[in-house]
């Protein structure tokens, strides 16, 4: 069954609360929509630390977009190799690089800054394997754009949250959060949503009785109850 849509106080005090526990909700240093694009897909299956080490060593070794576009995919895929699944990620990214390049005749995305939300997400997910959450990090992250970029850790969260139905998946995920959460929130909510998961509503076992949002939360009472039964 349907899980009913938080109502925007909820979403606002649930806010309020991440923010009051975790500390502010700042988004990624704003980075050019080539970058971010690169960066996402680095970031796939993977932790920050390991993305940032592979994406330090592709520049390192291709320092201009132009190199890296001309470049072999294994010589790509030796330099990620510390990002893991380099041997996937290094064609993908090769292209969509290639794929901007033949269409714009550069690697310069500026044009974006002054499109509407709709056509730079159109643009981008036309974009060999380029989905909703690649698209969404790069209109939040590199255009500032009112979205919520939905990972792994906001997809479980807001499902137990109940902001999503649980027949939801991934993509429909960032429709359907976007309609509860106001645009000025959504990406400082991304954040801590993304913080919320990592730290407390974790995949395995989510630590409920130490959550800011347990009273909202409506999976939270059978969790806490399990702990209580093995206590």
Same mark, same amino acid.
């Given at each position: 069954?349907?899980?009913?849509?938080?109502?925007?106080?909820? $979403?606002?005090?649930?806010?309020?609360?991440?923010?009051?526990?975790?500390?502010?909700?700042?988004?990624?240093?704003?980075? +050019?929509?080539?970058?971010?694009?690169?960066?996402?897909?680095?970031?796939?299956?993977?932790?920050?630390?390991?993305? +940032?080490?592979?994406?330090?060593?592709?520049?390192? /070794?291709?320092?201009? %977009?132009?190199?890296?576009?001309?470049?072999?995919?294994?010589? *790509?895929?030796?330099?990620?190799?510390?990002?893991?699944?380099?041997? #996937?990620?290094?064609?993908? #990214?090769?292209?969509?690089?290639?794929? #901007? /390049?033949?269409?714009?005749?550069?690697?310069?995305?500026? %044009?974006?800054?002054?499109?509407?939300?709709?056509?730079?997400?159109?643009?981008?997910?036309?974009?060999?394997?380029?989905? @909703?959450?690649?698209?969404?990090? *790069?209109?939040?992250?590199?255009?500032? /754009?009112?979205?919520? @970029?939905?990972?792994?850790?906001?997809?479980?969260?807001?499902?137990?949250?109940? %902001? #999503?139905?649980?027949?939801?998946?991934?993509?429909?995920?960032?429709?359907?959060?976007?309609? *509860? *959460?106001? @645009?000025?929130?959504?990406?400082?909510?991304? $954040?801590?949503?993304?913080?919320?998961?990592?730290?407390?509503?974790?995949?395995?076992?989510?630590?409920?009785?130490?959550?800011?949002?347990?009273?909202?939360?409506?999976?939270? @009472?059978?969790?806490?109850?399990?702990?209580?039964?093995?206590?």
């Amino acid at each position: 069954m349907s899980l009913r849509p938080p109502d925007p106080k909820t $979403v606002r005090l649930a806010h309020r609360r991440l923010e009051r526990r975790l500390g502010p909700l700042d988004p990624p240093l704003r980075r +050019d929509p080539v970058e971010e694009l690169v960066l996402t897909v680095l970031s796939q299956n993977t932790s920050d630390v390991n993305r +940032d080490r592979a994406f330090a060593a592709l520049r390192g /070794r291709f320092p201009t %977009w132009d190199a890296l576009a001309s470049a072999d995919a294994p010589d *790509v895929a030796d330099a990620i190799r510390p990002g893991g699944l380099s041997q #996937i990620k290094a064609p993908r #990214i090769l292209a969509i690089l290639r794929e #901007i /390049r033949d269409r714009d005749g550069s690697l310069d995305l500026v %044009w974006m800054r002054d499109a509407s939300d709709e056509d730079a997400a159109a643009y981008l997910v036309s974009l060999p394997g380029v989905g @909703p959450k690649t698209a969404a990090c *790069v209109l939040a992250f590199s255009l500032e /754009r009112p979205v919520i @970029p939905v990972d792994t850790h906001v997809f479980r969260v807001a499902g137990r949250l109940g %902001w #999503i139905p649980p027949e939801a998946n991934a993509d429909q995920a960032h429709e359907l959060l976007a309609a *509860v *959460v106001p @645009p000025k929130l959504r990406v400082s909510m991304h $954040v801590g949503l993304i913080r919320l998961g990592r730290e407390i509503c974790k995949a395995g076992r989510p630590r409920c009785e130490d959550c800011p949002l347990n009273d909202l939360c409506p999976t939270a @009472p059978t969790y806490m109850a399990g702990r209580a039964d093995h206590a």
